[in-house]
C-alpha cells in the first residue's frame, strides 16, 4: 500500500467512529492492491457498509445504506449492465466492464447516475438524508 | 538497500551459522515466504467461499455480472442483493492471490 493510500485510509478508519456508532473495519493490502471494507451503525436504524478497493489504476467504492435487509442507498462505480444501459443506451461490448458511478434506490428497483463519490461525499449525504 | 539495527543478541547468535550477511538474508527470506503464504493461504479461503456462494470463478462472474443484464437481475434475486461489496473483496481476494505469488516467485528466484 502506497503512502497515500494507507493516509486515506488512515483517515476514513479515525473519522468512522467520530460519525457512526458500532463501527468494525477491516483493512488488507498486497504489494499491488489494498482494500478497506467498514461496517457500521448509524442513528438506530441503519447499517453502513463502506468498502474502498484500492489499486494503482482505479478507486473502486460501495457506500450502501440499509434499513434491515432492504437498500435504502447504495452508490457505487461497479461495472453494472443496468449503468451501462442508462448511460450509452444500449449494453454493448465496447463499453463492457467501464466503471460508471451510480446510485441504487428504493432496494435497487431504481438506478441513477451520478457524479464520481467519495467517502466524505457519502458522510455529507447521510448527514443530509438519514435522521441521526 | 536499506541500513537497519539489529540487536546484538541475533549478530552474536548467526555469526556461529557463517557469514552474516548470508545468514540474516536467509532468515529474512524463510520469514518473508512464511509470511507471504499465510497471505495466500488466508485469501484463497476467502475466495473459495465467494466461488461457492455464486457458484462460478471469479474471471467468469466478473464478466457476466458486467455484461449480462438477465444475469445481474438472477444474481440479486437469488444470490446476493448487495454482490457489488462482495466483488470488491472477492477481486482483492483472487487478485491478491496473483499479487503475493508474484513477490514469492521474486523473493524465492533472486
Redesign the interface.
Known amino acids: 500500500m502506497d503512502s497515500q493510500t494507507d493516509d486515506h485510509f488512515n483517515d476514513i478508519i479515525r473519522q468512522a467512529p467520530t460519525i457512526f456508532s458500532e463501527v468494525d473495519y477491516v483493512l488488507d493490502s498486497t504489494p499491488e492492491r489494498a482494500i478497506l471494507r467498514i461496517q457500521a451503525a448509524y442513528g438506530g436504524v441503519y447499517r453502513i457498509f463502506i468498502t474502498e478497493l484500492i489499486d494503482t489504476q482505479i478507486r473502486k467504492y460501495r457506500y450502501y445504506v440499509l434499513k434491515k435487509s432492504w437498500i435504502s442507498i447504495g452508490f457505487d462505480n461497479s461495472p453494472d449492465p443496468r449503468a451501462l444501459r442508462l448511460k450509452y443506451g444500449k449494453i454493448g461490448t465496447e463499453h463492457a466492464g467501464e466503471y460508471i458511478p451510480h446510485l441504487h434506490k428504493d432496494n435497487k428497483t431504481h438506478l441513477e447516475l451520478t457524479e464520481e463519490m467519495d467517502v466524505y461525499k457519502f458522510i455529507a449525504w447521510i448527514r443530509e438524508h438519514l435522521a441521526q | 538497500m536499506v541500513n537497519i539495527a539489529i540487536h546484538q543478541k541475533y549478530i552474536q547468535a548467526l555469526q556461529v551459522f557463517g557469514d552474516l550477511q548470508e545468514t540474516i538474508e536467509q532468515a529474512l527470506q524463510r520469514y518473508a515466504v512464511e509470511r507471504i503464504t499465510e497471505?495466500i493461504v488466508k485469501l484463497s479461503e476467502r475466495e473459495k467461499a465467494y466461488q461457492a456462494q455464486y457458484g462460478m470463478k471469479y474471471p467468469l462472474f466478473?464478466?457476466k455480472?458486467?455484461?449480462?443484464?438477465d444475469f445481474?437481475t438472477h444474481v440479486?434475486k437469488d444470490i446476493a442483493?448487495?454482490w457489488?461489496?462482495d466483488?470488491?473483496?472477492w477481486?482483492?481476494c483472487y487478485?491478491?492471490i496473483q499479487?503475493?505469488t508474484?513477490?514469492l516467485t521474486t523473493i524465492l528466484m533472486t
Not at chain 2, 455480472?65 to 443484464?69: N, Q, T, V
Request: glycine share 4%; aromatic share 12%; no cysteine.
Open positions: 497471505k466478473e464478466k455480472i458486467a455484461e449480462d443484464y445481474a440479486e442483493l448487495t457489488e461489496l466483488l470488491a473483496d477481486e482483492f487478485k491478491g499479487d503475493w508474484r513477490k
